[in-house]
């Protein structure tokens, strides 16, 4: 009886949780008429397929290649750069160790809002703003290499000092030891932090908007504020392009996400 009554409210929240996603993809499919009906229509009476006219006529091809390319390059300097610190802050422990984690966890309640002008005007001294894409993914990398470094720092916390020190006395050195034996033992940790950066950074939308002018550059999240105007909105177009923005990051879910959950219960026994 206890666990039913648990199963039944997990599913209630899960339904409630998932009622958004539901609804967007509706509205995607709804007539203007059926999308400010009262009493809302939960299914479509008549359904409207606006996909390839919504992504041609809003060029989303352009808009998400420079998500992509931002958030694929935010999340590689991430991983390359981050994985390396998480190790030395997982392995060596003292005050100054702890210092600079505290160090590390306060810049990541700094907001992207308060951030953004300092950062826009450091860029513009340093030309950056001439490679827009580049200071909107330094900006990015600043914003979530924090993040990445104590999620993946806890991945790195479970593996035993020992499997690096018998690598190094059979004749690893230190480097030799760190790529072959507690990379591939930390893989799926580093492997979910890094899903999470990079989606975080795909969603970007106050660098993008504050430090990239050419539309041709926009991300996708830009490129959403399209469909609002100062007289009328368009909210099935934009319905149905949150619809095609969102789902490629529903499959990439659904496709990994054995891994995803093996990373994130990964040192939660030791």
Not at 155 to 178: H, T, W, Y
Request: glycine share 8%; net charge positive.
């Amino acid at each position: 009886m206890k666990r039913s009554l648990l199963l039944g409210i997990g599913l209630v929240i899960t339904g409630l949780y998932l009622f958004p996603l539901y609804w967007m993809y509706v509205s995607a499919l709804k007539s203007s008429q059926d999308l400010f009906a009262y009493p809302p229509h939960f299914l479509p009476h008549h359904i409207v397929w606006t996909v390839g006219q919504v992504f041609v006529q809003h060029e989303m091809a352009t808009y998400l290649t420079n998500s992509f390319l931002i958030a694929g390059g935010v999340t590689v300097i991430c991983v390359v750069l981050g994985t390396g610190c998480a190790r030395v802050l997982a392995r060596y422990r003292n005050r100054w160790v702890d210092v600079a984690l505290f160090a590390v966890l306060m810049t990541q309640v700094l907001p992207s809002s308060l951030m953004v002008m300092p950062l826009f005007v450091g860029f513009s001294e340093a030309g950056l703003l001439r490679t827009p894409r580049l200071a909107v993914i330094l900006a990015q990398v600043a914003k979530v290499l924090p993040f990445y470094i104590v999620l993946t720092r806890a991945s790195l916390s479970q593996i035993p000092a020992e499997l690096e020190l018998a690598a190094m006395v059979d004749g690893a050195s230190r480097i030799g030891a760190f790529f072959r034996i507690i990379l591939p033992l930390a893989r799926n940790g580093i492997l979910v932090t890094g899903i999470l950066v990079f989606l975080q950074s795909f969603g970007e939308y106050v660098y993008a908007r504050s430090m990239i002018s050419q539309d041709d550059l926009q991300t996708a999240t830009v490129g959403l504020s399209a469909f609002l105007g100062p007289n009328t909105s368009d909210w099935n177009g934009m319905m149905t392009y949150s619809a095609i923005y969102v789902t490629p990051i529903l499959i990439v879910f659904v496709l990994l996400q054995r891994r995803i959950v093996s990373g994130l219960t990964a040192g939660a026994l030791k």
